[in-house]
């Protein structure tokens, strides 16, 4: 055994974008089999993602997101607009213990591929649906992705400077990943479950709902104090310095936070600010909070004289809380992420290599494995119609002459 | 909130703050069977708030945060530091299937408990450490508090104004997403277990990875292109796209709009259908290249309307734009209302509470009202007498020691 499920879970993976599409790639990277179905029309609206490349470049092979999380899987085209197409998904959920969907509320049924219908079929299959605002409620039919689910979920009127009114955005559409985390944890339950009882259910996830959560404790604090305290920025409720200061040259952000007076005297110490420990203005934690402004302008005033990386090294020396703001490549040459291998290299056609984020999860028995490439549009069709339905070359062939299959997109869109 | 999924799944929790708790919520939300093991003392995260009143006990039974985190456990206190503490901790784990932990790494073996001796001696148990960078590395005794680890990770950089300092993303978001890593190793491991290997390993989880794992527009997207992403305020980012939030008449609206239809329609919503055939914009990267002059046009319509008014008309336009709102509005949402999502709990020191549900419906099932999270010490008896059968005299001399 050298995977979690050793190729004894197959999964069908009809979702788009990022969150449905992660939980895919996790099921991957766990050994199952994952059959990722898009159509030659209505492909993965991530393989146009931040691509402004022409038709001839292949501009939909070359989207790093979706390179990314739908890494390891096979990839089948099947048109769902067609009654061939829909027949086939009946066929490929028959075999399968898993399907994955992500389409708004109501689409599945339209297809004719709910889960009744589906249990029918197959009474062991697992279906999870990821809806942004949930399948039934007034609002369910609002449309929704990564950035306007983690705003509706109460993150983005939290995020802001301590001294201006504007809000922002996250910069990881963090609604999408959770939702995929959530997701496949679900998965894994339910799979747990079937285990025991041999059936399979129907698992509904509503993005926003597994987002929430995640700002529980200001929630619970607006009841507390029946008042919502505006963003603190960078800024902690009790200790002061916390926050982001600049450091000598181009884009040389220093994050420091004390928190304790014996961090403030270490941090004094090791910036070679010795006088600004003994300044009556911020001795105590207190004290520091009310001179905030004028502590962080002596800070900023020092640290425009000192290296990024001396700063950094000074004060994580003293033990201390800092690190460099890590734009994209000080991530990629993070040493704590480099020594523990956690990039992988991977080759993929029309792109190349590059470096992917690995597993997080390191079971040392049972390694995942996240170095398999994305597959190309409609890549492993013929394959998997021949080796799980029993197809013949002459079937498959007949597919692709209807436009029920392919590989070449039929047009060109853009992500939405 | 419970479901049946993982009821024959029993959890021995050392956890503490904010990572290893809520993964076990999670695992104890799907059904499985969660002994909170703290210190006499209680762990760290019964000191946090929020607290109902301003002149809270000391020390507090908990917080909001803690009741919130800790419902559908049950809690026991040891002194690991104790023999008898130590003892007691072995029999539990003697027919748990997990022990999740967020120590610094080696702490467990400090306390007599390491990793490879416990899966050597309990051939069905899997660990799983969160932890901030790992159990190694260079780093792997560091430090790590949200500052650093949103900026470490990768998540800081790109938000906020270009001409000021990047901002940070509030409170702790990135050790509720290694807290699901973590819920999700431990049935990985489970899995492993359960179909084939026939025996646990000991996951290790590392804050730093999880965080960087869902910041894939940093890390894979600057290797395709070859440029940083930089701060672009209110956008997103910078591209051929308007991912924006923005103000209006009464707070602030969130727009995406990304594909030449929704562009269409935001023209439409406008009133400015002309603008979608104006060669300044009727491409995606006429949009790009234009973005300032477009987003001003915009900026100007939405700062008059209200966020509402903007919400209904935009999405009757299949335009996602969303009304942003705070915290407590997102507890009055008609939509997380119609879906009971809230759930309240009546802790026995806070009083009730509206606390966000669980996120997962598993065949439309409605779940039972969630027990709350324990008073210290609150399963003792239960757990230690009923269990493993210490008797009540033994009980009462280990309360008096502090024992437990």
């Not at chain 1, 802001?160 to 959530?182: F, I, K, M, R």
């Not at chain 2, 690991?80 to 073996?109: H, M, Q, S, V, Y």
């Not at chain 2, 400090?110 to 660990?127: C, H, Q, T, V, Y």
Request: glycine share 10%; with cysteine.
């Amino acid at each position: 055994m050298t995977t979690v499920f050793d190729g004894k879970i197959r999964v069908l993976d009809l979702s788009m974008g990022w969150a449905g599409p992660l939980v895919g790639q996790m099921m991957a990277e766990m050994g199952a089999e994952v059959v990722k179905v898009e159509d030659t029309e209505h492909f993965d609206w991530w393989r146009g993602s931040l691509s402004v490349a022409p038709p001839e470049m292949q501009p939909i092979e070359r989207s790093s997101v979706f390179n990314t999380v739908n890494r390891g899987k096979l990839g089948v085209t099947l048109d769902l607009a067609n009654p061939s197409g829909v027949e086939l998904v009946k066929r490929l959920a028959a075999v399968s213990d898993i399907l994955i969907e992500n389409y708004s509320p109501g689409v599945m049924d339209r297809f004719g591929l709910d889960y009744a219908t589906l249990a029918a079929i197959n009474p062991r299959l697992i279906m999870i649906s990821m809806p942004s605002f949930g399948s039934n409620g007034p609002e369910c039919n609002a449309r929704g992705y990564g950035n306007t689910v983690e705003a509706m979920a109460g993150v983005t009127g939290l995020t802001g400077y301590e001294d201006s009114e504007q809000l922002y955005t996250l910069s990881n559409a963090l609604g999408d990943p959770v939702g995929g985390l959530h997701g496949t944890f679900a998965l894994m339950g339910a799979l747990h479950e079937r285990a025991r009882t041999g059936r399979g259910q129907w698992i509904e996830l509503a993005q926003v709902e597994a987002l929430i959560p995640f700002v529980g404790q200001a929630i619970v604090e607006s009841q507390f104090t029946g008042e919502v305290l505006p963003p603190r920025g960078n800024r902690h409720r009790e200790h002061a310095p916390h926050g982001i200061y600049k450091c000598k040259g181009e884009n040389t952000w220093l994050v420091l936070a004390c928190e304790s007076d014996a961090d403030f005297r270490a941090a004094a110490e090791a910036l070679g600010l010795a006088q600004l420990a003994s300044d009556s203005r911020f001795l105590r934690a207190a004290d520091r909070k009310a001179h905030e402004a004028a502590l962080d302008a002596e800070l900023n005033r020092a640290l425009a004289a000192i290296e990024l990386d001396d700063a950094v090294r000074r004060l994580t020396a003293a033990g201390l809380l800092a690190a460099a703001v890590n734009p994209a490549p000080g991530v990629l040459s993070d040493p704590q992420i480099a020594a523990r291998e956690y990039f992988v290299a991977i080759d993929r056609a029309i792109v190349g290599t590059h470096l992917y984020p690995g597993a997080v999860a390191r079971l040392p028995k049972t390694p995942l494995d996240a170095s398999r490439p994305a597959p190309l549009l409609g890549e492993h069709t013929s394959e998997v119609f021949r080796r799980l339905l029993g197809m013949s070359d002459e079937e498959i062939a007949a597919l692709e002459n209807h436009g029920v299959t392919g590989t070449a997109p039929r047009r060109y869109k853009q992500a939405s | 909130m419970r479901y049946s999924a993982l009821s024959d799944v029993r959890v021995v929790d050392l956890s503490h703050f904010i990572a290893g708790p809520y993964a076990t919520k999670l695992l104890a939300d799907m059904g499985a069977e969660v002994i909170k093991v703290e210190p006499p003392w209680g762990e760290g995260a019964r000191r946090l708030g929020p607290f109902p009143h301003a002149a809270e006990s000391k020390p507090p039974e908990r917080g909001g945060l803690f009741a919130f985190l800790n419902q559908n456990k049950l809690g026991v206190t040891l002194d690991l530091k104790e023999a008898r503490g130590r003892d007691l901790l072995t029999r539990l784990l003697e027919d748990a299937d997990l022990l999740i932990e967020n120590f610094a790494p080696g702490t467990l073996a400090a306390f007599g408990f390491a990793p490879d001796e416990l899966l050597a001696k309990f051939p069905r148990l899997s660990i799983v450490s969160i932890s901030n960078f790992g159990q190694d590395g260079p780093d792997r005794d560091s430090r790590l508090n949200d500052l650093v680890l949103f900026a470490r990770g990768g998540w800081t950089y790109p938000v906020g104004e270009k001409d000021r300092e990047p901002l940070t993303p509030p409170g702790s978001l990135a050790q509720y997403v290694g807290a699901l890593y973590g819920a999700i190793g431990a049935l990985q491991a489970l899995a492993a277990r359960d179909m084939g290997l026939g025996r646990g390993q000991h996951v290790d989880i590392s804050l730093l990875e999880a965080t960087v794992a869902t910041m894939i527009y940093e890390t894979v997207t600057f290797q395709y292109v070859g440029a940083m992403r930089e701060r672009a305020g209110k956008r997103f980012a910078v591209g051929p796209f308007m991912i924006v939030t923005l103000k209006c008449r009464d707070g602030y609206a969130g727009l995406h709009c990304v594909t030449d239809k929704q562009f269409e329609s935001l023209c439409d919503l406008i009133g400015r259908s002309e603008l979608y055939i104006d060669p300044r914009f009727n491409t995606a990267l006429q949009r790009m290249v234009n973005n300032d002059a477009l987003l001003a046009i915009v900026e100007e319509f939405f700062l008059g309307r209200e966020r509402q008014w903007l919400y209904r008309e935009g999405q009757a336009r299949a335009i996602p734009i969303v009304p942003i709102p705070n915290v407590a509005e997102v507890l009055e949402w008609e939509q997380t209302k119609a879906r009971n999502y809230f759930e309240t709990i009546d802790d026995p020191i806070l009083g009730r509470v509206r606390v966000p549900g669980t996120p997962l419906r598993l065949n439309s099932h409605r779940p039972a009202p969630a027990r709350p999270a324990p008073t210290l010490g609150q399963h003792n008896g239960e757990i230690f007498g009923s269990r493993l059968g210490v008797s009540p005299t033994q009980l009462e001399q280990m309360r008096k020691e502090q024992v437990r």
